[in-house]
Structures are given as structure tokens and as C-alpha cells.
């Protein structure tokens, strides 16, 4: 099985790599988790007294980041992270000359990343369900608990983390094409998606995993977090989260 979820998680990031120019942008509900957003880095600043170091991870494109870093006064450093070449040279073009950001190629997953930023950020993002598009060799679940461990360590205490990921009671309707270029080959009643990447002349596997109210709040508290606030926008469940 390590073999097969090795090569899914190849898959996968080749899938974005492969449609980074594309990335969300039939998606009529991005951005739509600012306000969230903006209320946590506005009451992390208030409550250190000073302006935020902000950890973007799966920073992609960067259209968010870009509308984040132009529009909030609480950002004193910001780190956008992602696995993609290719999202993150679109991410540089979308935040032009911005003094205050730093981008990385670098997997979330990526041990380094642990040691070298332990306790470095007062806030980490993690988007656009980001969460339920990692597979480690362990499989997709191995990688969403890892992946929360990693933000957990590298927040420092006290620290918050917006978490949207796609919910799963809004799956009814997802029939036969998951958006214009990605084919269901397989949905799960767990909530699992195998799909199909056409673009370019190239076809790529891709997982996605969407997610229950209950499974979400299990992860996120057995990870070590508190969950201060929650939302619902159109196919997407919010959590703001404390690491305790």
C-alpha cells in the first residue's frame, strides 16, 4: 500500500503543478473565508500587541494571499509555502514587490520544516482544502494528522490556524465531473474522491477527501488545538483554531 500511496501523492502534486495557472478559478466561493481570516489576524495582533508572522501553507497561485497581504494591517511577516514551482512563480507575479512576504518550495510534510520554524509563527493558514488534498506514504488519513502536527509545532503557543476544507453534506449534486477538467472516476461514502486531471495533453490521478463537522473537530483536537470559531460558506466548513 506504501507504494501505491507513494505514487498518488506523485499524482497529486503533478495535478497542480500541471493546472497551477487554472487553480481555483471556476471556483465561485474563493476568498469567501476572509472575514474569518481578517478576525483572526486583527485579534492575534490585538492580543500580542504587535503586528503577526503568518504561515500560508498550500500558498498555490496566490490570489488570496495577495488580497490578504494588500488589505490587512496585521501582517508583519508573511511566509507563503507550497510543493509547486509553477503555483508558487504565479504566486510571485499576484504579490508583485511585497517587502513584508517570503515564498518557499516546500512540502508541509517535510521534516526540515518542523525543526528549522519550530515556534515561529503566531498564526498558519491552511486553505482551500489543502487538508484533504495530501496523501503521505501512510496513506490520506496518516498525512491530515502529520499535517496538523507540523502546524501545531511550528505555532507558537497560543497560536491560531484557519482550517477550510469542503464539506461533506454539500456533496449531493457532484456527479460525473468534480469541476470542468477534473473527472469523478470514483466517490466514496466516506467521503473520498478519485479523480481525473485532464489537461495540457497529460492526465493525472487526484485524490481530495471532504469532510464531516465531527471528523474535522476530532482531528483538529487530537492534533492539540481548541476550536474558537466555525463557519459554513457555500461547499466550505471554517474552524479558527487556539493551539492549546
Known amino acids: 500500500m506504501k507504494i501505491y500511496f507513494r505514487k498518488l501523492a506523485v499524482e497529486t502534486k503533478a495535478a497542480f503543478d500541471v493546472n497551477a495557472a487554472n487553480y481555483l478559478a471556476d471556483d465561485i466561493h ?5 472575514t474569518e481570516i481578517g478576525l483572526c489576524l486583527a485579534q492575534a495582533s490585538a492580543r500580542l500587541g504587535r503586528q503577526v508572522d503568518v504561515l500560508y501553507a498550500g500558498v498555490g497561485p496566490g490570489h488570496l494571499a495577495a488580497r490578504l497581504v494588500a488589505s490587512s494591517a496585521d501582517i508583519r511577516a508573511f511566509y507563503g509555502l507550497d510543493y509547486s ?15 513584508t512576504a517570503r ?11 518542523r525543526r528549522r520554524r519550530r515556534q ?3 498564526v498558519c493558514l491552511l486553505l482551500n482544502n489543502t487538508l ?46 468534480y469541476t470542468p477538467k477534473l473527472k469523478i472516476l470514483e466517490k466514496t461514502s466516506d467521503g473520498d474522491f478519485m479523480l481525473k486531471l485532464a489537461a495540457n495533453g497529460h492526465s493525472h490521478l487526484f485524490y481530495s477527501h471532504w469532510f464531516t463537522e465531527r471528523e474535522l473537530h476530532g482531528l483538529v ?17 471554517i474552524v479558527v483554531c487556539e493551539r492549546t
Open 30 to 34: 474563493r476568498g469567501e473565508d476572509l
Open 103 to 113: 515564498l518557499v518550495r516546500q512540502d508541509l510534510l517535510d521534516p526540515d520544516l
Open 85 to 99: 514551482s509553477r503555483m508558487l512563480a504565479l504566486a510571485r507575479e499576484s504579490l508583485g514587490d511585497c517587502g
Open 221 to 237: 483536537e487530537s492534533a492539540g488545538f481548541r476550536i474558537c470559531a466555525e463557519a459554513r460558506r457555500g461547499q466550505r466548513l
Open 120 to 122: 515561529s509563527f503566531d
Open 132 to 177: 484533504g488534498n495530501m496523501v503521505a506514504a501512510g496513506g490520506p488519513v496518516e498525512a491530515r494528522v502529520r499535517c496538523l502536527e507540523v502546524l501545531h509545532e511550528v505555532l507558537r503557543p497560543g497560536g491560531s490556524c484557519v482550517l477550510t476544507v469542503y464539506d461533506f453534506h454539500r456533496l449531493e449534486g457532484l456527479n460525473g465531473k
